[in-house]
């Protein structure tokens, strides 16, 4: 199995930055993709930013520009850096990675991390 520790949220004013880390443990897993979404009150959960086992990023439309997906294939942990942070990005953001456990394909969550920025 697969488990994903978010970390790195919280409180950043509006033009800062963040970096959010998510660590990925388990063996037997073949990563096909992981990456971050997010969830803002009262809205649906939305693309961030995803990273495949191949290095191809893809983006969310709202955060082209200000928010980097890295991964650190030694470390198995991705990240994500946000710049430019307004309003907007205030959500609880979410680690998760899809794959194949076996012939099984998986598709994981972490528990989820709070960012929110301030006036």
């Known amino acids: 199995q697969v488990q994903l520790m978010e970390s790195g949220g919280g409180l950043v004013q509006v033009g800062g930055s963040l970096r959010l880390s998510c660590a990925a443990s388990g063996s037997g897993f073949r990563l096909v993709a992981i990456g971050w979404y997010r969830q803002a009150a009262g809205k649906e959960r939305e693309l961030v930013a995803t990273v495949t086992s191949g290095g191809s990023t893809n983006y969310g439309d709202s955060v082209k520009g200000r928010f980097t997906i890295s991964r650190d294939y030694d470390r198995n942990t991705v990240y994500l850096i946000m710049n430019n942070l307004n309003s907007e990005d205030t959500a609880v953001y979410y680690c998760?990675?899809?794959?194949?456990?076996?012939?099984?394909?998986?598709?994981?969550w972490g528990q989820g991390t709070l960012v929110t920025v301030s006036p």
């Open positions: 998760n990675t899809r794959g194949y456990y076996g012939t099984n394909p998986l598709d994981v």
